[in-house]
């Protein structure tokens, strides 16, 4: 079901390559990336495809189309398709409290009441859990040694999830708007219903149906995966077995191995590593308007603001749908997206987005945090295509 890149012309739009490649290659020249590969439909045809700079820089190997990359929260959007697969199938319930598959995980209102989360709060992180990295040291989450799904080598989910259920919820359920580790909890459910591993359930209800099979909690082939290297003072470092950002007011720890550690748990916020060709054809899929996985009025349950709101108060312009932020005021938000495009990144280094109105996909996959995600090369990148089209 990808996108066939080895037989699709580089673009069709001189205007648009121009653009496209003076994002690429300026933050290439100023030292932002190390390597990146981009890849942009429309009208389900690859208008443009590029593999730049370098995947390893201190063996100077070369960028390619196929590079596997670390995906971090590009496994969001993966896992929240496989749970409405599950809803579909009248396996999931939007409305059904998460104590259904995990009795244990009850954490407390932070007055100490009870509280119940709904897999829909789950879905649209307003579930009153956070991430570890948005608190300072003494924030309960790092108190309890709770892992946000990058670090921590070999952690099972139920130790983790017994962690993350001792600290308090930050808010009630429904009342508010977190990005959190609410999409490690549903994997959890999602192993609890389908009695396997989150990973056996997304290739499954995901990955075969597409044809897909570079993408996964695991690396396929290792000799295709992309270094990680991190922003640094005059050119991005490459990350050792440990690695810190600061990002907003905490701290990302990384662990870029954990991919290699099958008794690591399968982290379904962060935890899966794939290609950029395997990502757009499942974001074009769901464009399309989700068949051969998601019926159409699914996708655009999944495409409307299922935050109540909650995401907007925070980040004028957005709403949060389920796997992805969506452009609901695009004068608000000041992009040139249009209303109703989704989009979202991974930490790692990625972004990417999908503008229904103008029968657009963008996949860009970098191996540099935090540039890759939302540095300036995203905004070059975005801004170029739009002024293209």
Do not use: C
């Amino acid at each position: 079901m990808s996108l066939p890149l080895e037989n699709s012309a580089r673009t069709n739009d001189g205007s648009l390559a121009e653009g496209v490649d003076i994002a690429i290659d300026s933050a290439l020249s100023d030292k932002r990336l190390v390597g990146a590969v981009v890849l942009i439909a429309r009208d389900g045809e690859l208008v443009y495809r590029r593999a730049a700079g370098l995947a390893d820089r201190e063996n100077s190997v070369a960028m390619r189309e196929d590079a596997i990359f670390r995906l971090a929260s590009v496994t969001k959007p993966i896992v929240t398709i496989t749970a409405m697969r599950l809803v579909e199938q009248g396996r999931i319930g939007l409305e059904d409290p998460i104590t259904k598959w995990l009795p244990d995980f009850r954490p407390r209102l932070p007055d100490g009441g009870e509280a119940v989360i709904r897999i829909r709060h789950l879905l649209s992180h307003t579930s009153g859990l956070g991430y570890a990295f948005s608190g300072n040291e003494n924030d309960p989450y790092n108190r309890a040694g709770v892992s946000d799904g990058l670090d921590q080598p070999g952690l099972p989910l139920a130790e983790n999830l017994r962690r993350l259920g001792s600290a308090p919820l930050r808010f009630a359920p429904g009342e508010g708007w977190e990005y959190s580790l609410a999409m490690d909890v549903l994997g959890g459910v999602i192993e609890k219903e389908t009695g396997g591993s989150l990973g056996g359930a997304v290739a499954e209800l995901v990955m075969k149906p597409l044809g897909l099979s570079d993408t996964a909690f695991s690396v396929r082939d290792r000799n295709r995966l992309a270094a990680a290297y991190i922003n640094g003072a005059s050119e991005p470092q490459r990350m050792g077995d440990e690695a810190l950002a600061p990002i907003l007011d905490g701290t990302i720890r990384f662990a870029p191995d954990r991919i290699f550690d099958p008794s690591s748990y399968q982290s379904g916020g962060a935890g899966m590593a794939g290609t950029a060709s395997d990502i757009l054809a499942i974001l074009e899929t769901v464009r399309r308007g989700g068949s051969p996985l998601l019926s159409a009025e699914t996708v655009k349950t999944m495409m409307a603001d299922q935050a109540g709101g909650h995401m907007h108060a925070q980040q004028a312009g957005f709403g949060f749908g389920y796997g992805w932020s969506v452009v609901i005021d695009p004068v608000a938000a000041q992009v040139p997206f249009s209303i109703g495009t989704i989009k979202w990144g991974g930490v790692y280094g990625h972004s990417w987005f999908v503008d229904p109105e103008k029968r657009l996909t963008v996949v860009a996959l970098t191996n540099t945090t935090l540039e890759g995600m939302w540095g300036q090369f995203t905004i070059n990148l975005r801004d170029a295509i739009y002024a293209a089209i």
